[in-house]
T-cell receptor, first 113, second 112 residues
């Protein structure tokens, strides 16, 4: 029979539009957060990180927002390009868990040309 | 730097055989992580090392799995005996303290 796997939420955007990918994290004690991008057949690739003493951090075309009140993290990609198509994972480090990261289930971003 | 290096990139084996996956972390990183990724369970941490010492192996599925890090530049993940349910992509990652983890390209394991 058909196996049941993780159902990745999918975000479909038009090339040139802005993308917003959301992530809810679980532990209020988490103090470090990372966004990774994973393209098909490759390992996760670091995009941007943010520490819990910050609310916002910007990189090249990407911005991460952290709302500790509601334990929410978002990744904004400006002027989305076809090369941005991938699965995006958020990860959190809990400050009582050494240097381990806990990964979310991922969101698939599809960019329509 | 070449990044995290993993070998082999693909491995196909038969049930019951021993499988050894290899990883070379980024020079200077003192943390090394082994992950498994499947459609069913996503990305799971199996074990991680700090300064070549295993720190947390609570994610290792069972005694068939073992990992070693004999020196700062090499680690292995061994499955003996392998089973079809071990089929997955296995990633190695390395980092320094409190910084991002850098992932290798992964080893796709298929156990027939």
């Amino acid at each position: 029979g058909e196996s049941v796997g993780l159902h990745l939420p999918t975000l479909s955007v038009q090339e040139g539009d802005n993308s917003i990918i959301n992530c809810a994290y679980s532990n209020s004690a988490s103090d470090y957060f990372i966004w990774y991008k994973q393209e098909s057949g490759k390992g996760p690739q670091f995009i941007i990180d943010i520490r819990s003493n910050m609310d916002k951090r910007q990189g090249q075309r990407v911005t991460v927002l952290l709302n500790k009140t509601v334990k929410h993290l978002s990744l904004q990609i400006a002027a989305t390009q076809p090369g941005d198509s991938a699965v995006y994972f958020c990860a959190e480090r809990r400050n009582n868990a050494g240097n381990m990261l806990t990964f979310g289930g991922g969101t698939r971003l599809m960019v329509k040309p | 730097d070449a990044g995290v290096i993993q070998s082999p990139r693909h491995e196909v084996t038969e049930m019951g055989q021993e499988v050894t996956l290899r990883c070379k972390p980024i020079s200077g990183h003192d943390y090394l992580f082994w992950y498994r990724q499947t459609m069913m369970r996503g990305l799971e941490l199996l074990i991680y090392f700090n300064n070549n010492v295993p720190i947390d192996d609570s994610g290792m599925p069972e005694d068939r799995f073992s990992a070693k890090m004999p020196n700062a530049s090499f680690s292995t993940l061994k499955i003996q005996p392998s089973e079809p349910r071990d089929s997955a992509v296995y990633f190695c990652a390395s980092s320094s303290w409190y910084n991002e983890q850098f992932f290798g390209p992964g080893t796709r394991l298929t156990v027939l």
